[in-house]
């Protein structure tokens, strides 16, 4: 028997609220199945499944907050009889709300009772009363414009009720029962264009106070504990900006790839090869990462970051990496992670150039070791053997933990990445 | 109206429609004629990208890197959509 936890998506989750359950008692499931959505301080992640086995009893039901590491569900695992599920363990402490009372919709008790009777989900009744509070008029309101699926027959969870709400879908047009949130986007009208292809989860959705405080978390500790050293070149991309250029001229525009990727590939294959700076600092020991999983801090429109890994960076070719970067750009943006890519980063890229700055001495997020920044790529002065001439150049930063390296092994990185950035072709 | 007024005006809607994915109508509508996007939209390099993309695949006219300083703000992308 196994039990599967409330998983730690990332060093500065406390807990989380399980907003679905994609498996029930009985499903058989395998290792890296996505079996539940859960809602962070961040965003809503697809956790993937660490085993494989059968789905005993579910331990927590959806709409639920825990703590990190409460068992959420039983999975027998194969070979074992799939035997009742163990008594309901103890939970660390009470479980809290779903919101945050702030972010509650306002509603007495008894109105509330009358919502969940009749199924209606208060995030999307309008309130009529004092402080928008939401009256038993408003809720009977909701109930007779809102297109009623047929009674006590299916079941919609909580959040693709809300996710319907969000994205305009009618509920009564949906057959699965029950109907869960992916039934919901796929029924959605699909978004303007591809610029943001995934579903976007609005912005009030997002707690920002949360998110905020995730992030002072996770840099307090970071600068807390992590004694950091830090680094800095200016690296020539002529060569580099030139390659791009005449290559973005000979593909159609939907397949054009941004400086940015060169970058990152080059951040990737220095990684690999100084493999002292890759991997995470835990139990007071160096443990190398098991692969190149770049983190790509991402800033989200509105406010706050994300560093989701871009898995096996160094493996992919240009092409592929820039698709596989839009793509996750565009789905952290959304709130679409899995919580494997929220877990498994083994060093971060952060590229400050679209915001115009030519150099970041970065935070380095805990546990992993280093963080390599890039400015913006400008125009400057360069002396070419002995003559002044303009170059584009950006100067990349690393920020180092000594614990784990020193100066001359982050050095070592920099200047990997300045070497591999002079032959773009074998990126 | 004059031809040109309306060249103008609709290469300013399909602009609107390119940067809709980026921001809602009404920030559109706020935004001033020589505002620089990239900045006002934060738009970052693959945003960007997409939004040259969406250009081209509007108006039928492959838009090429150096051609991206003309697209600067609202007032210089009518100016080069409508080739001026």
Redesign the interface.
Known sequence: MAQFVMPSLGADMEEGTVLEWLVKPGDSVRKGDVVAVIDTAKAAVDVECFTSGTIGEILVPEGEKVPVGIPLAVIAEPGTAPVPAPAKPVRARKPTRERPPSKKPLASPPVRTFAAQHGIDLATVHGTGRGGAITRNDVARALTTEPRPAPAVRRITPYARKLAAELGVDLAGLTADPVRARDVRAAAVP??????PAEPRPREDRDDDAMRRAIANLMTRSKREIPHYYLSTTIDLHTATTWL?ER??QVP??E?V???TLLLKASALAAKQVPQLNGRWLDNAFQPGSGIHLGIAV?L?GGGLIAPALQDADTLGIPELMVR??EL?SRTRSGRLTSSELTTATITVTNL??L?VESVQGVIYPPQVALIGFGAVVPRPWAVDGMLTVRPVVTATLAADHRASDGATGARLLNTIDRLLQRPEEL | MTSQTAARELALAAIH??L???ASEGELNSLGPDENL??AL??????F??????L?TVTGH????DDYPRLSTLNSCVDFLTGR
């Open positions: 978004p303007r264009h591809r610029a943001e250029r973005n001229l525009v939907t054009r941004v400086p940015a800033s429109r970067l839009r750009v150039g679209d115009g | 429609d390119a809709g994915g980026f990239r900045e934060e738009l970052d390099s693959i945003d990208l997409s939004f040259v993309e969406h081209s492959r838009i090429e890197e």
